[in-house]
Antibody
Framework: EVQLVESGGDLIQPGGSLRLSCAAS????????MSWVRQAPGKGLEWVSS????????YYSDSVKGRFIISRDSSKNTLFLQMNSLRAEDTAIYYC?????????????WGRGTLVIVSS | IGVTQSPVTLSVSPGETATLSCRAS??????IAWYQQKPGQAPSLLIF???DRATGVPARFSGSGYGTEFTLTISSLQSEDFAVYYC??????????FGQGTKLEVK
């Protein structure tokens, strides 16, 4: 059974940093791309970043490029999102999602999410 | 590539058929997925490749379309189907985008 468990969400001041983690199990971690998708309170879904399973290539939305870094530890089946220079507009539930394929595409399994609140 | 969904809210009676639309700003071939999200829950994949049902998704859910126009049809609506639905394109390479969502509510 595929399981994705996010952690690391917190209340953080603007300009601060936070690292989210996603512990994955139930599938071969390196055989699939992995992604982060966020949802601001009462709003829709926004793709944030993806890590290709094949080439370790990373992708970012324009809204987080240069501030966020996606990475993975294959030995621990864990995906990370390092979030720097946080802004109020980064406030959201952050979902870890397993891509259906080796290359980033659509998301067939999702974690329950971790809440990040950026506020002074 | 942007993705626009319509309508924003759709009111349909149980047992009837709901038709949700998704339009891409450029051609995306069949690279469209549909997700269902219920309150307080993570989204779940319904349809990928514009028309392929994900594992465990009931046959009353069907997707169609190619290029820029896509449709999610839900027939014989059940109480558990009332939720928010999102489409997402995954054409070529990221960045990918989601539509703003359609809330399917009980009429």
């Amino acid at each position: 059974e595929v399981q994705l468990v996010e952690s690391g969400g917190d209340l953080i001041q603007p300009g601060g940093s936070l690292r989210l983690s996603c512990a994955a199990s139930g599938f071969t971690f390196t055989d699939y791309a992995m992604s982060w998708v966020r949802q601001a309170p009462g709003k829709g879904l926004e793709w944030v970043s993806s890590f290709s399973g094949s080439s370790d290539t990373t992708y970012y939305s324009d809204s987080v490029k240069g501030r966020f870094i996606i990475s993975r530890d294959s030995s621990k089946n864990t995906l990370f999102l390092q979030m720097n220079s946080l802004r109020a507009e980064d406030t959201a539930i952050y979902y870890c999602a397993k891509d259906q394929f080796l290359f980033p595409a659509n998301f067939d399994f999702w974690g329950r999410g971790t809440l990040v609140i950026v506020s002074s | 590539i942007g993705v626009t969904q319509s309508p924003v809210t759709l009111s349909v009676s149980p047992g009837e058929t709901a038709t949700l639309s998704c339009r891409a700003s450029q051609g995306v071939a069949s690279n469209i997925a549909w997700y269902q999200q219920k309150p307080g829950q993570a989204p779940s994949l319904l349809i990928f490749g514009a028309s392929d049902r994900a594992t465990g998704v009931p046959a009353r859910f069907s997707g169609s379309g190619y290029g820029t126009e896509f449709t999610l049809t839900i027939s014989s609506l059940q109480s558990e189907d009332f939720a928010v639905y999102y489409c997402q394109h995954y054409h070529y390479r990221p960045p990918y985008s989601f539509g703003q969502g359609t809330k399917l509510e009980v009429k």
